[in-house]
């Protein structure tokens, strides 16, 4: 079974940091692009990251380009988002999802429980 | 990017159908595929694939869910709705990067 958790959310402050983790089993971990999607409180989601499987490409949402930075440690089976200068409008829960290539380009076809992010002074 | 356009809300009645309707701003078709992709969100749990490419059904998925469409419509039908389907529905489209989602439409049971 497919399993993706989430953890290192937490409570921080207005410009400062932190770096969630995504520990996956139940897979070739090392075969598979990974994402980050977020989702502010009462509102949609929003894809903000893509690692390829062997991190040869990265690819990142406007929102959080330059600031957020995906990567993977393939003999772990651990996705990473560093997130820096975080702001109020960071605020969200954060989803690791696994792409599934063979049902399309880009779908996300399991989900790890989310990781709570609240960015207030 | 590409923006994905869903109404808020629906209501239905148990045992009736729900359509639930995405367009976008652009196609998404690509080389006989449409890269259009819908998702279900109960409340406190993480999204589920339901639908991928349009119109195939995730594995697991009961075969009362089913998805159509090309181009910039699409449609994601649930017949008959049972009580467990109070969810909120997103379509995904991943044509082009980055992957955009809608809204998302809130069924709710009349």
């Known amino acids: 079974e497919v399993q993706l958790v989430e953890s290192g959310g937490g409570l921080v402050q207005p410009g400062s940091s932190l770096k969630l983790s995504c520990v996956a089993s139940?897979?070739?971990?090392?075969?598979?692009?990974m994402h980050w999607i977020r989702q502010a409180p009462k509102k949609g989601l929003e894809w903000i990251a893509l690692?390829?499987?062997?991190?040869?490409?990265?690819y990142y949402a406007d929102s959080v380009k330059g600031r957020f930075t995906i990567s993977r440690d393939n003999s772990k089976n651990t996705l990473y988002l560093e997130m820096n200068s975080l702001r109020s409008e960071d605020t969200a829960m954060y989803y690791c999802?696994?792409?599934?290539?063979?049902?399309?380009?880009?779908?996300?076809?399991?989900w790890g429980q989310g990781a709570s992010v609240t960015v207030s002074s | 990017d590409i923006v994905l356009t869903q109404s808020p809300a629906l209501a239905v009645s148990l045992g009736q159908r729900a359509t639930i309707s995405c367009k976008t701003n652009?196609?998404?078709?690509?080389?006989?595929?449409?890269?259009m992709h819908w998702y279900q969100q109960k409340p406190g749990q993480q999204p589920k694939l339901l639908i991928y490419?349009?119109?195939n059904l995730a594995s697991g998925i009961p075969a009362r869910f089913s998805g159509r469409g090309s181009g910039t419509d699409f449609t994601l039908t649930i017949d008959p709705v049972e009580a467990d389907d109070t969810a909120t529905y997103y379509c995904?489209?991943?044509?082009?990067?980055?992957?955009?989602f809608g809204g998302g439409t809130k069924l709710e049971l009349k």
């Open positions: 999802a696994k792409d599934r290539p063979e049902l399309g380009l880009y779908v996300m076809d399991a």
């Open positions: 139940g897979f070739t971990f090392s075969s598979y692009n």
């Open positions: 690692i390829y499987y062997d991190s040869s490409n990265k």
């Open positions: 652009q196609n998404v078709d690509y080389y006989g595929n449409s890269y």
């Open positions: 490419l349009a119109s």
């Open positions: 995904q489209q991943s044509r082009n990067l980055p992957p955009t």
